[in-house]
């Protein structure tokens, strides 16, 4: 079997968690390098990598490039994505700095594989509340055609990157101690409260916050439906790990929650956990370390024709980024798009 010389960028949360599930699924890496802000060896799970600051030239000779630094105009994907796709990188990169853009296909396997024939050279993973919310909505909109979408998301705080765990683990012990919440990450304490910001506001979409307009735009990008109505309100839970989502979804023609369950019971990528007589439900605590978006409470909208509510968990760490960068990957070696 071939395999593939990687260079991964960022060893925060996601690049350490790309670590991990580039193991645990067996991806055929042939050499990996590691590239970051500073010169350092970190180990994770008994295996020590040598961290290297990053530069053009470290990616030559790469077939993959995996990008899990920080956004803007200083992160690594600004300064390095589109060098590493000339020098002959298949990029994939995990933050939000390209995902509208025009040439870059912006992909979750199970929902839209097909756009990554048209790749330049470098691949967007979607935002992770976006990914699971369509994984969820993928094998529903192929049945019966979204008409419009209205979700309010409980997103954990690792979304935010290890500084905000770190946060709200420090809040945890100090704030019952009586020491003052010092928040940095966030506008305000963490520990014992829900935010209902996530990123600013945005003059495009008056009065959403980024995520909110990222689930927008994304969710139509992935779907092919530019003209999809979709609504957000993206809120900060204390919850280290997994993001929650409550779905409200109009279908152009009517599903049944049984149908719905059937449905969603055979799609790839999908665990169904429904049974709510006996409090059975997706939660995050128990789908950290876990790949599959889990969907549960899938009903009827009583009051609204042809509209389904459901509620979906995933982990936002693996699905929400490392898993699904490296299924693209694997994704692109399956349809022979890789040299
Ligand atoms: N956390 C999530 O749930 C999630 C989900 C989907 C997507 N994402 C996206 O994934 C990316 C990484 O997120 P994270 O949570 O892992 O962040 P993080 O924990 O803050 O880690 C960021 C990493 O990026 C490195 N880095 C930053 N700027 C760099 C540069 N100019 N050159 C090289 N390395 C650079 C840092 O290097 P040093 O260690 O040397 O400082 C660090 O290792 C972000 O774009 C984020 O938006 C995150």
């Known amino acids: 079997m071939k395999k593939y010389s990687v260079v991964l ?4 949360l996601v690049g350490t968690r790309i670590l991990q599930v580039l193991r645990q699924r067996n991806f055929p890496v042939s050499r990996i390098k590691v590239l970051a802000r500073s010169a350092r060896t970190e180990r994770i799970d008994g295996v020590d990598y040598e961290v290297v600051p990053a530069s053009p030239e470290a990616f030559d000779g790469a077939d993959f490039a995996l990008f899990a630094g920080t956004e803007g105009a200083r992160g690594a994907s600004q300064l390095y994505g589109w060098e590493a796709a000339k020098r002959g990188c298949i990029v994939i990169d995990n933050g939000d700095d390209f995902r509208m853009d025009d040439r870059v296909p912006l992909v979750v396997p199970e929902v839209n594989p097909e756009a990554l024939r048209a790749h330049q050279g470098l691949i967007s993973n979607p935002n992770c509340s976006t990914i699971q919310m369509v994984v969820a909505l993928a094998p529903l909109h192929r049945a019966a055609r979204i008409k419009r979408v209205v979700v309010t998301t409980f997103q954990s705080v690792s979304g935010t990157g290890s500084a905000a765990v770190a946060e709200l683990d420090r809040q945890t012990r100090e704030v019952p101690a009586g020491l003052p919440p010092k928040p940095e990450a966030y506008p305000h304490q963490i520990f014992q409260n829900v935010i209902p910001q996530i990123s600013s506001l945005k003059d495009s979409y008056p009065g959403y916050y980024g995520e909110e307009i990222k689930m927008i735009r994304e969710t139509r990008k992935i779907l092919g439906a530019p003209d999809l109505a ?16 409550a779905v409200n979804v109009e279908l152009e023609r009517k599903l049944t929650a049984a149908e719905a369950r059937d449905i969603l019971s055979k799609a790839e990528g999908v665990r169904v956990l429904d049974d709510p007589a006996k409090s059975v439900y997706p939660m995050p605590l128990f789908c950290e370390g876990q790949d599959d978006t889990f969907v549960g409470r899938i009903r009827e909208d009583s009051s609204r024709p042809n509209t389904l509510d459901l509620w979906c968990v995933s982990d936002n760490i693996r699905k929400g980024a490392a898993t699904n960068a490296i299924q693209i990957a694997e994704k692109m070696i399956a349809m022979g798009l890789v040299k």
Request: aromatic share 4%; charged share 15%; proline share 5%.
């Open 9 to 12: 960028v960022g060893i925060g």
């Open 230 to 245: 979709v609504s957000a309100t993206c809120v900060r839970v204390p919850v280290r790990f997994g993001h929650s989502e």
